[in-house]
């Protein structure tokens, strides 16, 4: 099969959700000894791009969002073993959470699966985190960029505390947030590196303040 091949349907795969085409393309990518970052950004990350782009016209809704991300996860669990060996793979390392005291998870859960097609490794640490706990993941998993969602206006201080927490432990950690009640201007009020508003911008978020260092 030609690299050209592979690529497509590992595109394919991701767009159509189809996990069996993901693990057979997946295997073949492997055995064709691709070059990793190749596989994760030519390939399975196109597909995510279509899928980000038809979310964004409502083409798609959030259920074929979170099958387009399950179907990227799967071949990423196979290229794991390569991604370890070769660090360069991945662009880097991103904590999302909800934070403490709210449950909703529909647009983190986008915004992980987003980052994850754009080539990020994300740890997903679920809904009603503390401050604590992002700091302890981020020093886990050396991560460079935190991200914490509210989707309520009572847990948007959280937001806050995150920022504060970061600042007293004088880590090099970047504070993203997001959230139907979170705006530009909150942002900038609570002193955090970044605002994005919905699943298609945190890609572009996250690449500048990877970039920033």
């Not at 959030?62 to 290229?79: D, F, G, I, R, W």
């Not at 997903?124 to 989707?151: K, N, V």
């Not at 004088?170 to 955090?192: E, R």
């Not at 508003?197 to 260092?213: D, H, P, R, T, Y």
């Amino acid at each position: 099969m030609s690299e050209k091949k592979i690529l497509e349907d590992l595109r394919k795969s991701v767009e159509t959700w189809d996990l069996k085409l993901a693990e057979s393309s997946t295997k073949a990518a492997i055995e064709a000894k691709l070059d990793p970052k190749m596989i994760v950004q030519e390939g399975l990350g196109k597909g995510m791009e279509t899928i980000g782009d038809r979310f964004d016209k409502a083409e798609i809704y959030l259920p074929q969002v979170v099958a387009a991300s399950k179907t990227m996860e799967l071949a990423l669990k196979l290229l794991a073993p390569l991604m370890t060996a070769d660090k360069d793979v991945m662009k880097g390392t991103v904590i999302m959470a909800t934070v403490q005291g709210d449950i909703h998870e529909i647009g983190k859960n986008v915004c992980c699966a987003m980052l994850r097609g754009a080539g990020y490794k994300v740890f997903d640490l679920g809904p009603d985190t503390s401050p604590e706990a992002f700091l302890e993941a981020a020093a886990e998993h050396g991560a460079q960029i935190i991200g914490g969602s509210a989707l309520m206006t009572t847990t948007m201080q959280v937001q806050g505390e995150m920022v504060k927490a970061v600042a007293e432990a004088k880590v090099p950690l970047k504070v993203i947030v997001g959230g139907a009640p979170v705006t530009q201007k909150w942002c900038d009020q609570i002193k955090a590196d970044g605002y994005s508003e919905n699943g298609a911008e945190i890609v572009e978020l996250v690449n500048k303040l990877m970039k920033k260092g």
